[in-house]
């Protein structure tokens, strides 16, 4: 009458020793990134190929953005596969190997010297992200499931390691001069398959499930998240295409296209979710990872005045390129993972603490375990920080640029805090 | 709430047993969340087979609510060996919360 699922109650969760140390990696590195955020202030708005915004804009890529996400992936995959993850061992050695790597580069863009460190650093993160791509590729073929999400966390990690690579070619090139133009010129290449290939594609297939899952929603269609996985990589190859034939640049109207298509197909799913959810009331981790689906909009609204003003007036917008970047980075990726944190690492502590307490005594409940006061109060700065710095930057009004960065500052120590209460949760019976 | 069982008497004990295990996101307990399906007392065999599915499939915290039903039901029915039979199929439906839980999550 109820057929079992394959093996029944086996255990699809990683262990708390793989995932944790990202978490905390991740933690720490939105809080430098920030800090040095409020130290140069004033350079990173001078231009965006520069030292510190090339420094500062891995930090967040590759330091808070990726690391999280790897460590999330690690967790997520194998409930998504209902399988288990292949290998522990190279989940580790993707944490160590990219945890070296990834100060190496940004030492290396610090002191804009692309020698050694930065070579070495951009070998290393390659090498992280081969294990991560081999464990979840063999997790995948091993599990008897088909997976819409987790074939989107694959083929994103797939275009993460080709933006790994672009990158490390255009280190290369910094020094050896191989390749026909300087790398400033395919810094959009790099960036593109970075923000649309690696994050994009990654935040739809794990937030089309998460999102929904968290809402208690019992709304799902895999046909929408396959034509959003088509739209994205169509708009990924044609972009590709249109950058390395020099074609005009009316033709990147194209990918911008698919790609935007995409992308409001994503958030009609969310809407839908959040439409047929079952528990009415949505809670503050929620609303943030929410208010990063809307905010999924914004660096299209910018790209596309970004290209506009070129064709009109033939030379960029520093400010708006700028503007850009930042409501990438600490636009939608920081809200989601400000908001997601709160609702996965509360899981994998309450799993660590009190898995072998369930049944037997009253235990808190996974939110209880972290501040929801200072979840508030981070969110606030946060929402309060970025429109600050867009506005400093977009109206060219300098002087709250210092109280942005120091907002977002505070948002990354907020952070912080209940990363840290979570992980030093002892055990409590009601 | 409804649950199929061979044997209406045991299945309230184990019922009033799984009430203490609690669905950690939501914060209702699986039998007002309507997670349990079925509960077979097989006597000759001295097995307790409870059937029984998560909100979703890929609920996180999945392992640690059939493990924490599978130790109620055991503390409950010590002489019993306890089988839970994980399932998806019928999926779960929120026209399964009880009145209970109804009114606990303002449905």
Known sequence: MFPPIGNNTSSTTTSYKVVLPFYIYAALMFLSATTFLVLKTNDITKHYFQPYTLAITHMMALGWGTMIILGASHQLVPVLIEGRLFSNGLAYASFVLAATGIPMLIYGFFSFDMGWPAQCGGELIITAIICFLMNIGISIIKSKTESVHAIFVFTASVWLLLTALIGLLLIYNFQYHFLPDDSIEYLPLHAHLGVAGWFLLLIIGVGSRLIPMFLISKYSNVSILWWIYSLINAGLITFIIIFLNNLRRQFFSIPILLITTGVLLFACYCYRGYKERIRKKVDEQMKMSLLAVIMMILPIIFLVFIILLLLITSSENINLIIAYGFVIFFGWITAIILGMTFKTLPFIIWNKVYHHLAGKHKTPNPKDLFSAGVFKWMSLSFIAGFALFVCAVLLKIPFILKPAVFLLLITAFLYNWNVLKLLLHKPVLL | ?107
């Open chain 2, 1 to 107: 709430m409804n649950v199929t069982t061979n044997d209406n008497l045991r299945s309230t004990i184990a019922l009033a047993a799984l009430h203490n295990v609690m669905d950690p996101e939501i914060g209702l307990n699986i039998v007002d969340l309507g997670l349990i399906y079925q509960l077979d007392f097989d006597d000759p065999g001295m097995k307790l087979y409870c059937t029984m599915t998560l909100t979703t499939q890929f609920c996180p915290m999945g392992e640690s609510i059939t493990d924490a039903a599978k130790e109620v039901l055991h503390d409950a029915f010590p002489e019993y060996e306890t089988i839970i039979n994980l399932t998806f199929d019928p999926p779960w439906r929120h026209d399964r919360i009880s009145e209970e839980g109804k009114n606990f999550l303002n449905l």
